[in-house]
């Protein structure tokens, strides 16, 4: 996939709004690759909430399996930012989602993730259900079928 279809906005179906803070920045003044992350597990969390209320205090909850993340550009601070989110597919206890950081209309970085739906006492996997995939569907990218 290349860079003008990974920060296409109509792509992302759910957006949180962030800022750079001056904890962020690294000697040099940009914004450390490590607070990306951060906006970027931000932006899930934030998902995360919306469809599971209570997140993270369910019996249910999604956990971080993988993260992968590009970065375009150096980002400086003062900056607002906006994190798209899209569910790109789902497994059975899983969902691959992706994320692009922005300021403005330029795209910064771009990540990839798998979440698991894991059980809270067992710690153990579990198949996502029939109503919460419904509710995820609405952040489908559109790129897949699932």
């Known amino acids: 996939m290349d860079d003008q279809q990974r920060f ?3 792509r992302y179906k759910h957006w949180i709004k962030d800022q750079v803070r001056f904890s962020d920045l690294d000697p040099l003044g940009h914004v450390n690759n490590n607070a990306i992350g951060t906006y970027f597990e931000n932006a899930r969390a934030d998902l995360f909430l919306e469809v599971t209320p209570n997140w993270p205090h369910r019996d249910q909850l999604f ?3 993988r993260t ?3 970065f375009r550009r150096e980002l400086h601070l003062p900056a607002q930012l906006r994190i798209g989110t899209g569910v790109v ?3 059975r206890t899983s969902m691959v989602l ?3 950081l922005f300021r403005g209309d330029d795209g910064l970085a771009y990540c990839e993730s798998v979440s698991v739906l ?3 006492k ?3 996997p579990v198949a996502i259900a029939d109503d919460l995939r419904v509710l995820l569907r609405k952040y489908a990218t ?3 079928e699932f």
Do not use: Q
């Open 122 to 124: 067992t710690r153990k």
């Open 63 to 65: 956990v971080l399996a």
């Open 142 to 144: 559109g790129e897949t």
């Open 68 to 70: 992968s993340i590009d």
């Open 89 to 91: 597919s789902m497994g």
């Open 98 to 100: 992706v994320n692009a």
């Open 8 to 10: 296409n906005l109509s």
């Open 118 to 120: 894991i059980d809270r």
